[in-house]
């Protein structure tokens, strides 16, 4: 019976001549010989390294082998870098440095020190909750670059949903099956009234005092939440509300109050950036304050908006024992 001859493996030539010599190099064998490179002596080089004279002129010479390049000349004064050496040591060094330039930016964005947070707003008001929170985050994270977008409710978490943007900062208590939401800060919701209104001189208004006005939204913003919300609490009369809607800014918006178009609503936070001719009234009969809240996508683990919630937290303490 014959005996079957077993062939040796095969070695695939073609992939090892292509594989990067860089990639096979261990780092050790670098930061080796940098340090060589810079003390000019083995012996100084291998305790700076806390490692064996030995152990170092080894991998040295490996190193060099691997390369088919001398790197240092050798004698019996001390070692001196060839011209090749000098510049394989320069180019080294310059990608250590990168190198460690990459592991620090991990870890600093890791714990939320360094990159960007981009937030969806339906608006920004000096002096109010988000714009407070915004400036103390920025002052203890500066290492991490702000970008902000301004749209509708719907448009925000439409861009939360598309990894558009980080967080949304909206109107309203949601409940979403695909992403966090968690209540940030409220306000009293204001009715905004012309100061010549028949009820600019009282000290609040109800929803019956309101029922027959002409309502102004805008189309961007929180205009549609404040027209759900207008329709929700004169819903069942026997007309329903007045409501106009207008391609306009927040300011266009009151300075149209102001001349008499209608009235609108606002947050408390509008009274810190008042507008000549328009009134703030509370809403008496309005059971709580309108909620704002932050919406996020569950995978989402960026330590930065974490960072950001936590402060949200302390300040919104803060306020609540004040």
Not at 125 to 151: K, Q, W
Not at 170 to 192: K, N, Q, Y
Request: hydrophobic share 45%; aromatic share 6%.
């Amino acid at each position: 019976m014959r005996r079957r001859r077993h062939s040796a493996p095969k070695i695939d030539r073609q992939r090892e001549t292509t594989t990067p010599l860089g990639s096979r190099i261990p780092l050790v064998s670098l930061i080796q010989t940098i340090a060589v490179a810079e003390y000019l002596n083995f012996h100084h080089a291998a305790q700076a390294l806390g490692i064996s004279q030995s152990s170092v002129s080894a991998r040295i010479r490996m190193l060099e082998e691997e390369l088919g390049v001398v790197l240092f000349d050798r004698n019996t004064r001390g070692v001196r870098l060839t011209e090749a050496g000098r510049l394989f040591v320069e180019q080294v060094a310059m990608g250590i440095d990168q190198l460690d330039h990459a592991v620090k930016t991990a870890g600093m964005t890791a714990a939320g020190e360094c990159g960007r947070l981009r937030i969806g707003i339906h608006g920004l008001i000096a002096g109010s909750f988000l714009d407070t929170l915004l400036a103390g985050y920025r002052t203890s994270h500066s290492g991490i670059a702000i970008e902000m977008t301004e749209a509708t409710a719907r448009d925000a978490i439409v861009q939360v949903r598309s990894c558009k943007i980080d967080v949304a900062f909206v109107v309203g208590a949601f409940e979403l099956p695909d992403c966090h939401s968690r209540p940030i800060w409220t306000e009293a919701l204001m009715a905004a009234l012309p100061v010549d209104h028949p009820l600019a001189d009282q000290s609040g208004v109800t929803w019956d005092d309101l029922s027959a006005e002409q309502f102004l939204v805008r189309h961007g913003g929180t205009g549609p939440q404040v027209q759900d919300h207008i329709v929700l609490r004169l819903a069942g009369r026997w007309s329903p509300p007045a409501i106009r809607r207008f391609e306009v800014e927040r300011g266009t918006l009151l300075s149209m109050v102001a001349q008499g178009f209608g009235v609108t609503l606002v947050g408390e936070a509008s009274g810190l950036f008042p507008t000549a001719g328009v009134v703030l009234l509370p809403i008496t009969d309005e059971p709580g304050p309108i909620v704002f809240s932050a919406i996020w996508s569950p995978h989402n683990r960026s330590a930065a908006l974490q960072n950001l919630f936590a402060l949200a937290g302390e300040m919104s303490r803060a306020t609540q024992a004040a």
